[in-house]
């Protein structure tokens, strides 16, 4: 007989205020809870610089909101208690959730740092009815290990992290398909898992405010104003359907890599470090070309003597940009890189992910996601008009021991780099600096 379908979203409550608070009790019992005054991960507090990553419960009553500017989160809370991140402590505490999941399933999908599906069909039986079980393992994180969670019930990965948003925080919900109508369909649509500021503003310019309004438009409708595939996954979730499953999913790549034998040997950085750009285009064009991000970042060289290097990095967030590639891949040459002269330079891009599910990192300032816009903004116009329309300046230079975009016949095909068919949510071709088109007009 067939199991029916049951899976649990997890999502730690203000994640990093959370473990900040439980480690800084572990050290010292008779500290102050920062969870019982107004208090916030973010920035440097004395130049007020960075943003709030995570926000106490008491933070929230004065409006202060994960990821605005930490500025603006003093000025509604002055007495704002903000306190540097700490990323081993976290990833340390997410490890801890994760083993003690693993006690309930084998079947674990590690969405982001604080949040995890489990696939609980095969092993519900071993515990008891989904929403006992579900606030066993609610309480038992809170007892083990000191912070609480929310956890969504539901047959699906969609309607599981939709359950877990509803009523924080320490909170079970379930969201099966009898009960969308009541708890899923009369949110706004911006509610909607995988619908942005872009897709909300198009939406509700047809007159759709609603999830509900949404899942009973004709399908058809959408497709001219959002774009064929978004539009077909955005009503679907309206609906309620996702057939993805919990699983570590083969990736399309296991890596995705490009490296060139230079025409003469390079022994500055300043030229290595144009070399590593050149490459990073190709290798980024193409994670957003599949629709992939990586979680690591390589740099190979093989120098005059014909002796092998390579260094690598984990990123703190998975990603697709050309631009945190580079800064990464020029990071780990100048640390391993004696200036013994090179012959090539690789970079390659492993641990590979689809990015439907992905989270936006909240240690990602405005300037990185204007350039990530900027970047697929640049991959819709090569993709229209050729991959030589349009440069960055620093590659204008006749001398140039690159071409803009290495091995860009093998990498960037047209085929490869065609137009993002997630539509509304890649961002518009605004501003493009640093590039110009045809070695003329500035973008």
């Not at 992939?292 to 970042?297: A, E, F, G, T």
């Not at 060289?301 to 050309?322: A, C, E, G, R, Y």
């Amino acid at each position: 007989m067939a199991q029916s379908p049951l899976v649990f979203h997890i999502d730690v409550n203000s994640a990093f205020l959370s473990w900040e608070s439980v480690y800084r009790l572990t050290e010292d019992p008779e500290a102050l809870d920062l969870r019982t005054i107004p208090s916030a991960v973010g920035g440097d507090a004395a130049s007020r610089h960075g943003i709030v990553l995570a926000k106490s419960t008491p933070a929230k009553k004065y409006g202060v909101t994960t990821g605005e500017p930490l500025v603006q989160a003093l000025r509604k809370c002055p007495g704002l208690c903000v306190v540097p991140s700490r990323f081993d402590v976290y990833i340390h505490y997410s490890t801890l959730l994760m083993n003690l999941l693993s006690d309930y399933t084998p079947d674990i999908e590690k969405f982001s740092i604080d949040e995890a599906f489990l696939d609980m069909s095969s092993t519900i039986h071993l515990f008891g009815d989904p929403w006992t079980t579900a606030n066993q393992i609610r309480e038992r994180i809170c007892r083990e290990l000191g912070f609480t969670v929310n956890i969504g019930i539901a047959p699906n990965k969609l309607l599981a992290k939709m359950a877990s948003d509803f009523r924080k925080p320490d909170m079970c919900h379930t969201l099966f398909p009898d009960e969308i109508p009541e708890k899923m369909w009369p949110l706004p649509i911006r509610e909607l898992f995988f619908v942005g500021r872009s897709a909300q503003n198009k939406l509700e310019g047809i007159g759709i405010h609603t999830i509900g309004q949404l899942a009973a438009c004709n399908v058809e409708l959408l497709k001219p104003i959002l774009g064929e595939k978004y539009a077909l996954q955005i009503h679907d979730y309206a609906c309620g359907i996702d057939h993805s499953p919990v699983a570590e999913r083969e990736p399309i790549n296991k890596g995705y890599g490009n490296s060139t034998t230079l025409s003469r040997d390079v022994d500055d950085l300043d030229t290595a470090f144009n070399v590593l750009l050149s490459l990073c285009e190709t290798v980024g064009a193409r994670l957003r070309a599949d629709h992939v991000i990586c979680d690591c970042v390589c740099v190979e060289i093989k120098d005059w003597d014909f002796h092998v290097q390579s260094h690598q990095t984990t990123l703190n967030s998975p990603t697709d940009s050309t631009t945190v590639l580079y800064e990464n891949a020029c990071r780990l040459l100048k640390e391993f890189w004696d200036r013994t002269p090179l012959r090539l330079i690789g970079v390659r891009a492993t641990k590979i992910s689809d990015d439907e599910f992905s989270q936006i990192s909240l240690f990602e300032s405005e300037q990185s996601r204007k350039m990530k816009e900027m970047e697929k903004a640049v991959d819709q116009i090569r993709s229209k008009f050729g991959t030589d329309i349009i440069k960055r300046a620093s590659f204008l230079k006749k001398d140039s021991i690159v071409d803009h975009a290495a091995s860009k016949q093998k990498h960037l095909s047209h085929s490869a780099l065609k137009e993002d068919e997630k539509g509304s949510e890649g961002g518009g071709a605004g501003k493009v600096r640093d590039y110009k088109r045809g070695g003329n007009e500035t973008y």
